[in-house]
């Protein structure tokens, strides 16, 4: 079965400075992965997503993930956070259930902060 | 274009109550998801419509809740006799097809039961 582990459910950054969110998942197989974004009472945005191909990923408002297969991880980072930014975050991955759906396992979210 | 549209956007009931919440999918999106987002278990899957096949169950927590799709568009969750620990946000998703991974998400609903 899939899982998802997200390091630490919060986390606080100064406006500007790196943003590094950490997800680490288990798949039997090559997994679909992927990252949405939560705004307060809003539903979830997908932020970008890997399938096949380049490891680097880039996604909206300037975030990127890197699927690194032997540490079976999707770290998502920003060189520059925004206040904007301020949302919870969530890492997702999606195998092919023998009923023939994508559903999506996620991990518990990361709530980030940024500091003016 | 118009995104996945859920309603109502809040509900409050009573313990023991049946509530019904609707979702609309994009249009020409076969593929449709229901989730649940609560404190405790964070966001779990519920069930899956593609098409006309059978929907996955799979993630349904217990026989008071069922679903349905009705012409192979909107969507329907019902909940009976609903319990306290019923509370939280119910998200419906659809994708282009059975095969596509790339989900969209309406704003959810709000259930509070009291």
């Known amino acids: 079965a899939q899982s998802v582990t997200q390091l630490g459910s919060h986390v606080s950054v100064s406006e500007g400075a790196l943003v590094l969110l950490r997800c680490n998942y288990s798949s039997s197989v090559p997994p679909y992965l992927f990252w949405y974004v939560q705004y307060p009472n809003q539903g979830l945005q997908l932020l970008l997503k890997?399938?096949?191909?380049?490891?680097l990923v880039k996604g909206i408002n300037g975030f990127e993930a890197e699927f690194k297969k032997s540490e079976t991880s999707f770290h998502l980072t920003k060189p520059s956070a925004h206040m904007s930014d301020a949302a919870e975050y969530f890492c997702a991955v999606s195998e092919r259930s023998g009923a023939g759906s994508y559903q999506l396992t996620f991990g518990k979210g990361t709530k980030l902060s940024v500091i003016p | 274009g118009a995104g996945v549209s859920q309603s109502p956007s809040n509900k409050v009931t009573e313990k023991g109550k049946d509530v019904e919440l609707r979702c609309d999918p994009i249009?020409?999106?076969?593929?449709l998801y229901w989730y649940r987002q609560s404190l405790g278990q964070g966001l779990e899957f519920l069930i899956y419509?593609?098409?006309?096949?059978?929907?996955?169950k799979s993630g349904l927590p217990s026989d008071r809740f069922s679903a349905e799709r009705t012409g192979g568009s909107v969507s329907t969750l019902t909940i009976q006799r609903t319990q306290q620990e019923d509370s939280a946000v119910y998200l419906c998703a659809s994708s282009l097809s059975g095969r596509s991974y790339e989900q969209y998400f309406g704003p959810g609903t709000r259930l509070t039961v009291t």
């Open positions: 249009s020409g999106h076969t593929a």
């Open positions: 890997y399938t096949t191909g380049a490891t």
């Open positions: 419509f593609q098409g006309n096949s059978a929907p996955d």
